[in-house]
């Protein structure tokens, strides 16, 4: 009697189980860095870090609720840090997805981007509703946020996207804002893009950028050529000149200090450059990812410097590890500009 009434209670908790629509994803790293640049005057700085992410997703039809939480990278354990808030988990984002009719909606606090994120890459929404339709083979969409926008631009947006032949094309306006165009298509094998951001802020200085991206593969080697052109750089210090802090194309971990959840090893943003040019080559080698870049950039407006970068990755059970190697040369302008940063970083998702 025991054992069936065991097997009921059983069997009624795995069909609660199952038709329960709950799902408990997540990522984490550790980051372990040896940073001989960006302190004002300190060389061999130890720059290690580490993040925890768990993304829980609940369901009920059509409606999913997202919420993300991770730590800033302190624990209790690290009294070393002032800053109490680090010490603990923070909502890193919350939505909610519908479908109105034919209508997707999206409302709370996310992360977007705009285009192929030349400007716009893993950017903060706050309070923010987007909605999309399609109609044909395009998809109109609108976005608007709370508040207004520091530098005087609207905070709504109109977007459309379809394909022209064999083109996939977007626009995003923002009136007194921005304007952003987009093209992306492939032919013989090989990636051609293009991403503008023509700037139309009323109460700050323009600075249009332009993002040039051809990529493909020939025989065991995959390779991208990328070009990024601000009119206007920032020292380290302007905040009134913002461009998009990565330099997603060809996976730099030196160009884009918030990359890949904060990358110990990069020294820039892309906002400090006025122009980057660089090429990335990756091929597999004895189970390793093993990728070299050189970028030749214009720093701060005229300072000329070049870039390399040494970037190795394994498969390791579940995680991956990766040790990568990265210094800017010919820097005029930072103390200690023209080091070696080294890193080891182990990310695993769940």
Known sequence: MRKQLLITAVAATMSVAATADISITGDAYINVAKQKIGAADTANTNHDSQRIRLKVVGSAGDTKVTA???????????????????????????YLTTKVGPVDVKVGDYWGTIGLGARSLDAARSNALSASTKVGDWKLG????????????????VSASGLLGPVSVGLVHNPGG????????????????IDKWNDKRRNIIHNDTTLIHIGGKVNHFTWDLAQIKNDR????????????????????????????GGTATAVADVSHFSEILGVAVSTKLAGNTVKAIYTKNTMFGDDKVTGTELIVSRPL???????NIAKLSDVNTIVNGNATNTGLRLDVKF
């Open 68 to 94: 993300v939480v991770r730590n800033d990278g302190a624990t209790r354990v690290n009294d070393n840090d002032i800053d109490i808030s680090k010490k603990s988990l923070h909502m890193d984002s919350l």
């Open 142 to 157: 609108l976005f608007t946020a709370d508040g207004s926008s520091n530098d005087g631009s609207d905070t709504t947006n």
């Open 178 to 193: 921005f304007t952003n165009f987009t093209a992306k298509t492939t032919f013989n094998g090989i990636l051609f893009a």
């Open 233 to 260: 750089a920032s020292d380290m210090t302007d905040a009134n000149i913002v461009t998009n802090g990565k330099f997603a194309p060809l996976g730099s971990m030196l160009i884009g200090r918030s990359a890949r």
């Open 317 to 323: 059970g579940g995680t991956t590890l990766t040790a």
